[in-house]
């Protein structure tokens, strides 16, 4: 009995030291130069799920418990710009079990997160769905619209939660949209017609400064490559998604602050 009561001081002594620690970094980190957009192919979830001897939907729903953890780290950290590749067109070639469970899965957390007091209300942030909605099921594309609605008002920071989406699809609706508005003066479509039409202009993206991908994959699988422009630093963790945290991005946002006095 004595015991059990000093293990659990002990851990919730740990608990609070750890959270201190962190709080005690991030102020430290906020100081210097902070990345304004950060981007996320959130990789692995499959193979974590494997590895922990786990359901592959239950791979994903760890993957969302790390996406919260991974969004508190950046707006507390004052990053204006978060975008996470939530579900890829291509993804929709997976089984239709694995599909359904994510379906399921998304509808269930986009809901969630419009609760009161939950992350977008927590810190201000404005969720944009960037990609083809119309390939969603409806009650996919309501929870997307509620969920969308409900944070319009937020502007302290930005969430593109980018689904179903591939960055060929979303330039060629983008040039779609510059022709369908006569955007083209004497029928050039310029760099800058294209880039007015993009989602991610559309919901005030500012240029993307850091893009990860986890798992220990280095491809860029049609995600944002418009918006890879000549500054985007690229960083890859050999962690799973759903075990990536503070002390994964911390060495890569420490990288990106050397490389930014470097070139200052
Ligand atoms: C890639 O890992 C991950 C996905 C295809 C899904 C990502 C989704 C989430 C983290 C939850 C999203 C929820 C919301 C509301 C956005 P993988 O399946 O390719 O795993 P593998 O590379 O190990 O096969
Ligand atoms: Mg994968």
Same mark, same amino acid.
């Given at each position: 009995m004595v015991s059990q009561l000093i293990s659990r001081c002990w851990s919730w002594v740990g608990e609070q030291a750890s959270s201190k620690l962190q709080d005690a970094l991030l102020a430290i980190i906020s100081a210097g130069p902070v990345p304004r957009h950060v981007a996320f192919v959130m990789d692995g979830n499959r193979r974590y799920a494997r590895s922990k001897k786990k359901m592959v939907k239950e791979g994903h729903s760890d993957g969302f418990l790390a996406l919260k953890r991974v969004l508190a780290i950046c707006f507390r950290l004052n990053v204006k710009c978060v975008s996470t590749y939530?579900? =890829?067109?291509? $993804? +929709?070639?997976?089984s239709p079990e694995e599909v359904e469970a994510l379906m399921d899965l998304i509808e269930e957390k986009l809901l969630e997160i419009c609760q009161h007091g939950d992350l977008l209300e927590q810190y201000g942030v404005r969720l944009n769905i960037v990609g $083809?909605? =119309? !390939? +969603? *099921?409806e009650r996919v594309r309501v929870a997307a619209r509620k969920a969308e609605d409900i944070s319009r008002h937020n502007d302290k920071s930005i969430l593109n939660l980018c689904m179903p989406y591939a960055s060929s699809d979303e330039m060629a609706t983008a040039v779609q949209s510059a022709v369908n508005k006569g955007l083209a003066a004497e029928d050039d479509i310029t760099v800058e017609d294209i880039d007015s039409q993009l989602m991610t202009t559309l919901g005030r993206s500012? *240029? !993307?400064d850091l893009l990860i991908r986890t798992s220990g994959v280095k491809r860029l699988s049609d995600f944002l490559l418009w918006q890879c422009c000549e500054n985007t630093q690229l960083q890859f963790s050999p962690t799973y998604w759903p075990d990536f945290g503070l002390w994964d991005i911390v060495p890569m946002l420490l990288d990106y602050q050397r490389k930014a006095w470097a070139s200052a």
């Open positions: 939530g579900f =890829a067109i291509d $993804n +929709f070639k997976r $083809n909605t =119309a !390939l +969603f *099921p500012p *240029p !993307l």
